[in-house]
């Protein structure tokens, strides 16, 4: 449920398309909707702009089915996260339209009648690796980005290794109303990257590593006592929430115009 569906039922109220019992009967189930196991947030979006987001790890394909119908049924994108194949090869199943990325472990289902992936402004948020190896937890950020209807950019494989290679692409990051930098090992690409740039830039340490890596904990520590202002850091491996952040800063420039 967003603002815009509720002004079409107001509308579709006003014009006697839609009777008084029905109006009454959708407006009851937006608070929350009580499943016994989850308490659905049909509110979300008319009170943070963008709807609730399924965490599918942990939770029986069952219940994730159950959600998914709900947070449908009310017009809402919905986005899954943390799904292993066998999940979503069930969603895909009771939603063959919807969109699966396998190795972001995500699934997407838009609203009926929508087209996916609107790209109607020029703006878009800049995703971007030192590695291959740090490619699922970006395509996580990007899916989630891109679920909530924003234009996303990637660029891979461009880490302090060989730094040439991110500064080829130096219009391309300019360009940037937004970037998310994922990195693991030392985490040192997200400090180069705000250096460059006048933009917020969100930091996603990875797992990826040797030893002393600590699963993620020197790119994180490497990231927060990061020198160059104007970045701020997500957990390890949270792709989800650096493109949630993205999209709420697009949001609000997209507002402010």
Request: net charge neutral; aromatic share 8%.
């Amino acid at each position: 449920m967003d603002e815009q569906t509720l002004k079409s039922w107001l509308a579709a109220f006003r014009k006697g398309d839609l009777g008084e019992a029905d109006f009454i009967k959708r407006l009851k189930g937006l608070p929350f909707e009580d499943l016994d196991f989850a308490k659905v947030d049909h509110q979300r979006s008319l009170r943070r702009g963008f709807p609730e987001v399924i965490y599918g790890e942990g939770k029986e394909i069952e219940q994730i089915l159950a959600i998914a119908e709900k947070l449908h049924q009310h017009g809402n994108p919905v986005l899954i996260t943390r799904l292993n194949g066998e999940k979503i090869d069930a969603l895909m199943q009771q939603y063959p339209k919807a969109h699966a990325n396998r190795p972001a472990r995500t699934l997407t289902i838009y609203p009926k009648n929508s087209k996916p992936r609107k790209k109607a402004s020029s703006a878009y948020g800049l995703i971007i690796t030192a590695g291959t190896s740090d490619i699922a937890v970006a395509e996580e950020a990007a899916e989630t980005l891109e679920a909530f209807n924003f234009r996303c950019e990637r660029l891979f494989d461009v880490g302090v290794a060989g730094i040439h290679r991110l500064m080829s692409y130096h219009e391309k990051i300019q360009g940037a109303a937004a970037i998310a930098v994922v990195a693991g090992m030392e985490g040192a690409l997200a400090s180069v990257v705000t250096g460059l740039v006048e933009v917020p830039v969100i930091a996603v340490p990875t797992s990826v590593g040797y030893g002393a890596n600590f699963g993620g904990i020197s790119a994180l520590l490497g990231m927060l006592t990061g020198c160059s202002g104007g970045m701020a850091v997500v957990n390890i491996d949270n792709g989800f929430a650096a493109g949630y952040m993205l999209a709420v800063i697009m949001r609000n420039l997209e507002k402010a115009r």
